[in-house]
Protein backbone atom coordinates (compact mmCIF):
# COMPACT_ATOMS: atom_id res chain seq x y z
CA UNK A 1 0.00 0.00 0.00
CA UNK A 2 1.29 3.14 -1.09
CA UNK A 3 2.40 5.53 1.99
CA UNK A 4 0.16 8.55 1.45
CA UNK A 5 -3.26 6.09 1.46
CA UNK A 6 -1.54 4.54 4.59
CA UNK A 7 -1.36 8.05 6.15
CA UNK A 8 -4.43 10.14 3.95
CA UNK A 9 -6.34 10.17 6.66
CA UNK A 10 -3.82 11.97 9.07
CA UNK A 11 -3.40 14.38 6.27
CA UNK A 12 -7.07 14.89 5.84
CA UNK A 13 -7.89 15.35 9.32
CA UNK A 14 -5.14 17.86 9.43
CA UNK A 15 -6.29 19.52 6.72
CA UNK A 16 -9.63 19.59 8.05
CA UNK A 17 -8.97 20.49 11.73
CA UNK A 18 -6.40 23.43 9.84
CA UNK A 19 -9.37 24.74 7.62
CA UNK A 20 -12.10 24.63 10.50
CA UNK A 21 -9.99 26.71 12.85
CA UNK A 22 -9.82 29.29 10.13
CA UNK A 23 -13.04 29.55 9.18
CA UNK A 24 -13.48 29.85 12.87
CA UNK A 25 -11.12 33.07 12.82
CA UNK A 26 -12.77 34.24 10.11
CA UNK A 27 -16.63 33.96 11.93
CA UNK A 28 -15.49 35.45 15.38
CA UNK A 29 -13.32 38.46 13.83
CA UNK A 30 -16.35 39.36 11.29
CA UNK A 31 -19.54 38.56 14.28
CA UNK A 32 -17.44 40.65 16.45
CA UNK A 33 -17.26 38.15 19.67
CA UNK A 34 -15.50 39.27 22.07
CA UNK A 35 -11.93 40.07 21.90
CA UNK A 36 -10.97 36.55 24.35
CA UNK A 37 -12.69 34.20 21.84
CA UNK A 38 -10.75 35.73 19.08
CA UNK A 39 -7.33 35.29 21.04
CA UNK A 40 -8.10 31.61 21.59
CA UNK A 41 -9.06 31.30 18.36
CA UNK A 42 -5.65 32.30 16.85
CA UNK A 43 -4.05 30.44 19.61
CA UNK A 44 -5.66 27.51 18.63
CA UNK A 45 -4.42 27.61 15.34
CA UNK A 46 -0.88 28.77 16.45
CA UNK A 47 -0.77 25.34 17.84
CA UNK A 48 -1.91 23.68 15.61
CA UNK A 49 0.82 24.88 12.87
CA UNK A 50 3.34 24.14 16.29
CA UNK A 51 2.26 20.19 16.31
CA UNK A 52 2.95 20.13 12.87
CA UNK A 53 6.68 21.88 13.07
CA UNK A 54 5.08 24.60 11.13
CA UNK A 55 6.65 27.47 12.96
CA UNK A 56 6.77 29.86 10.57
CA UNK A 57 2.56 30.08 10.56
CA UNK A 58 2.51 29.63 14.13
CA UNK A 59 4.57 32.68 14.08
CA UNK A 60 2.22 34.47 12.03
CA UNK A 61 -0.71 33.29 13.87
CA UNK A 62 0.80 34.51 17.26
CA UNK A 63 1.70 38.08 15.50
CA UNK A 64 -2.03 38.46 14.34
CA UNK A 65 -2.91 37.68 17.64
CA UNK A 66 -0.42 40.00 19.05
CA UNK A 67 -1.92 43.05 16.95
CA UNK A 68 -5.67 42.39 17.95
CA UNK A 69 -4.77 41.77 22.10
CA UNK A 70 -2.82 45.14 21.59
CA UNK A 71 -5.50 47.11 19.84
CA UNK A 72 -8.36 45.56 22.41
CA UNK A 73 -6.05 46.00 25.74
CA UNK A 74 -3.12 48.16 25.21
CA UNK A 75 0.52 47.49 24.71
CA UNK A 76 0.60 46.57 28.59
CA UNK A 77 -1.76 43.83 29.33
CA UNK A 78 -1.43 40.28 30.57
CA UNK A 79 -3.00 38.64 27.26
CA UNK A 80 -0.04 40.84 24.95
CA UNK A 81 2.43 39.20 27.27
CA UNK A 82 0.94 36.09 26.88
CA UNK A 83 1.51 35.71 23.36
CA UNK A 84 5.00 37.44 24.04
CA UNK A 85 5.71 34.71 25.65
CA UNK A 86 3.77 32.16 23.08
CA UNK A 87 6.43 33.79 20.55
CA UNK A 88 9.44 33.21 22.63
CA UNK A 89 8.73 28.78 22.50
CA UNK A 90 8.14 29.60 19.11
CA UNK A 91 11.55 31.21 17.90
CA UNK A 92 13.30 29.16 20.74
CA UNK A 93 12.10 26.38 19.17
CA UNK A 94 13.79 27.25 15.97
CA UNK A 95 16.69 27.72 17.86
CA UNK A 96 16.29 31.31 17.49
CA UNK A 97 17.30 32.69 20.97
CA UNK A 98 18.31 35.94 20.02
CA UNK A 99 14.52 36.60 19.06
CA UNK A 100 13.06 34.37 21.90
CA UNK A 101 14.50 37.04 24.46
CA UNK A 102 13.39 39.76 22.62
CA UNK A 103 9.84 38.77 23.40
CA UNK A 104 10.43 37.29 26.82
CA UNK A 105 11.98 40.98 27.97
CA UNK A 106 8.77 42.93 27.12
CA UNK A 107 6.67 39.99 28.78
CA UNK A 108 8.70 40.37 32.10
CA UNK A 109 7.96 44.11 32.37
CA UNK A 110 4.15 43.44 31.81
CA UNK A 111 4.48 40.52 34.02
CA UNK A 112 5.83 42.33 37.07
CA UNK A 113 3.93 45.40 36.30
CA UNK A 114 0.85 43.89 36.45
CA UNK A 115 1.29 41.17 39.38
CA UNK A 116 4.24 42.56 41.53
CA UNK A 117 8.24 41.28 41.10
CA UNK A 118 7.30 38.72 43.44
CA UNK A 119 4.90 36.65 41.27
CA UNK A 120 4.92 32.88 39.78
CA UNK A 121 3.81 34.77 36.61
CA UNK A 122 7.07 37.08 36.69
CA UNK A 123 8.79 33.85 37.77
CA UNK A 124 7.91 32.02 34.73
CA UNK A 125 9.37 34.46 32.72
CA UNK A 126 12.64 35.21 34.29
CA UNK A 127 13.13 31.10 34.47
CA UNK A 128 12.97 31.07 30.43
CA UNK A 129 15.12 33.99 30.17
CA UNK A 130 17.32 31.60 32.28
CA UNK A 131 17.00 29.43 29.45
CA UNK A 132 17.34 31.45 26.85
CA UNK A 133 20.96 32.84 28.17
CA UNK A 134 21.60 29.16 28.65
CA UNK A 135 21.44 28.52 24.79
CA UNK A 136 23.12 31.47 24.07
CA UNK A 137 25.95 30.12 25.64
CA UNK A 138 25.61 33.16 28.87
CA UNK A 139 25.80 30.69 31.92
CA UNK A 140 26.32 33.63 34.47
CA UNK A 141 23.02 35.07 33.12
CA UNK A 142 21.67 31.93 33.18
CA UNK A 143 22.76 31.21 36.58
CA UNK A 144 20.93 34.53 37.48
CA UNK A 145 17.65 34.05 36.14
CA UNK A 146 17.26 30.63 37.42
CA UNK A 147 18.17 31.78 41.25
CA UNK A 148 15.91 34.44 40.75
CA UNK A 149 13.01 32.59 39.54
CA UNK A 150 13.72 30.28 41.94
CA UNK A 151 13.94 32.75 45.02
CA UNK A 152 10.43 33.93 43.09
CA UNK A 153 9.29 30.61 43.49
CA UNK A 154 9.65 29.34 46.83
CA UNK A 155 7.77 32.47 47.61
CA UNK A 156 4.82 31.56 45.57
CA UNK A 157 4.88 27.80 45.52
CA UNK A 158 5.43 24.40 47.43
CA UNK A 159 8.74 22.68 47.45
CA UNK A 160 7.47 19.81 45.42
CA UNK A 161 6.17 22.04 42.87
CA UNK A 162 7.05 21.22 39.25
CA UNK A 163 8.30 24.43 38.42
CA UNK A 164 10.58 24.22 41.55
CA UNK A 165 11.54 21.20 40.72
CA UNK A 166 12.43 22.10 37.21
CA UNK A 167 14.17 25.43 38.28
CA UNK A 168 16.21 23.56 40.91
CA UNK A 169 17.70 21.45 37.88
CA UNK A 170 17.90 23.92 35.44
CA UNK A 171 20.19 26.10 38.27
CA UNK A 172 21.74 22.90 39.41
CA UNK A 173 23.03 22.10 35.68
CA UNK A 174 24.54 25.32 34.88
CA UNK A 175 26.09 25.52 38.15
CA UNK A 176 27.72 22.16 36.79
CA UNK A 177 28.66 23.66 33.63
CA UNK A 178 30.41 25.99 35.10
CA UNK A 179 31.99 24.44 37.30
Do not use: C, W
Amino acid sequence: MPSDQLHGGVVDEDKARESSLIKEIAFLTESSAPVEEILDAYEHLARHYAGRDQMGKAEAMHLRSLDAAKRAYGDNHPAVAHIFIELAFVNYSRSDFERAKLYLQPALVIQEAEYGRVSDQAAFVIHKLGRVHEALGERDLAEEHYRRSLTIYRNTYNEDDSQMIIARNDLSRIQKAKA
